[in-house]
């Protein structure tokens, strides 16, 4: 058992892991392209492209949960 009492589950993990991986790929999407931009062509520049990241995010967040959605649907029958 792991430190808070319950088993080991490949499922969860792995949902776990997934969650993990994309919030920390679309932070360093943020932060390293973000200041790309700001030190390539300016604070003005940065914030407008660190908004069209943040759209970009929460269309593929979208995309995400829909599926994920779909998945549980199709599972319950």
Do not use: C
Request: proline share 1%.
């Amino acid at each position: 058992m792991g430190k808070n009492g319950r088993a080991f589950s490949p499922g969860r993990h792995q949902r776990q892991t997934q969650r993990r991986l994309i919030l920390a790929g679309f932070l360093i999407l943020l932060g390293v392209g973000g200041g790309l931009v700001w030190a390539l062509y300016g604070r003005t520049a940065a914030v407008t492209a660190i908004a069209f990241l943040l759209v970009g995010a929460g269309l593929f967040g979208l995309l995400w949960l829909i599926l994920a959605l779909l998945d549980l649907w199709v599972k319950k029958e």
